[in-house]
């Protein structure tokens, strides 16, 4: 039963913070670590986490340059042999996910599942748009992040900090470079993870692109990114005309 650290970042998120809390608390799996960052809120967030001080590992409430900035100080404290970071509005998918994923194949570096997508009211949407590669390496974003944070679980040994000169895609760097470093990666085909629609990389739609098109260009060279970026809009085209034809 490794231990695993799940590290929720929250700023002024009253309304969601208890449901992610909770998902993480009712865990079948004990071995966990929980950790809360909060970026000094002031809506009552933290009173809420309070409420919960003696079954949260680590409680920590100051300012911070940004989400990024936050989750590496959850990175800092981690003592896990394994990370996940289910920031707030997120949720474990199930009670008995954690268990589940650690009984797959135990040892890897990494375990990888599946996420929903939930509007605001919490309403599913139904799977990502990018569904999970069969087989993950670092090389599968190429067309898109086709893993979610959520949904990835990766070792410690082989995580190294969030780049701060990302302001909105640090985190599809960050599974890169933990992924370059993977030798025995595992899909656990099941949903693992519920996803809150509308963060910052939503929000900041256009910057967070240009961020991801410069992240990949890193990875996988100038040329080959504009290519696999026409591929990109084409499937994103087709996508659009199959499900219009299918709402008509």
Request: aromatic share 12%.
């Amino acid at each position: 039963m490794p231990k695993l650290t799940v590290i929720t970042v929250v700023y002024n998120n009253v309304r969601d913070i208890e449901r992610t809390i909770l998902s993480v608390l009712d865990q079948s799996y004990k071995n966990i670590e929980y950790i809360v960052i909060d970026g000094a809120s002031t809506d009552g967030t933290l009173d809420v986490v309070m409420r919960y001080n003696d079954r949260i590992a680590k409680i920590v409430s100051e300012p911070d340059k940004g989400i990024y900035h936050a989750m590496n100080k959850g990175l800092a404290l981690a003592e896990g042999r394994y990370v996940l970071f289910m920031n707030s509005g997120d949720e474990i998918y199930a009670n008995h996910t954690v268990e589940d994923i650690f009984n797959t194949s135990p040892g890897a570096d990494i375990y990888y599942g599946e996420t929903e997508m939930y509007n605001d009211n919490w309403e599913s949407l139904g799977k990502r748009r990018h569904e999970v590669p069969e087989e993950f390496s670092w090389k599968s974003f190429k067309f898109g992040m086709s893993v979610s944070h959520q949904a990835i679980y990766i070792r410690r040994s082989i995580v190294s900090p969030f780049n701060l000169r990302y302001k909105y895609s640090a985190d599809i760097d960050w599974i890169i470079k933990a992924s370059k470093k993977a030798s025995n990666i595992v899909n656990v085909h099941a949903y693992v993870a519920k996803y809150l629609v509308g963060g910052m990389s939503k929000q900041k739609q256009r910057e967070s692109l240009i961020e991801r098109f410069k992240i990949f260009s890193k990875y996988y060279g100038l040329l080959p990114n504009v290519l696999n970026h026409l591929i990109i809009a084409g499937n994103l085209l087709a996508y659009f005309i199959k499900h219009r034809k299918t709402n008509d």
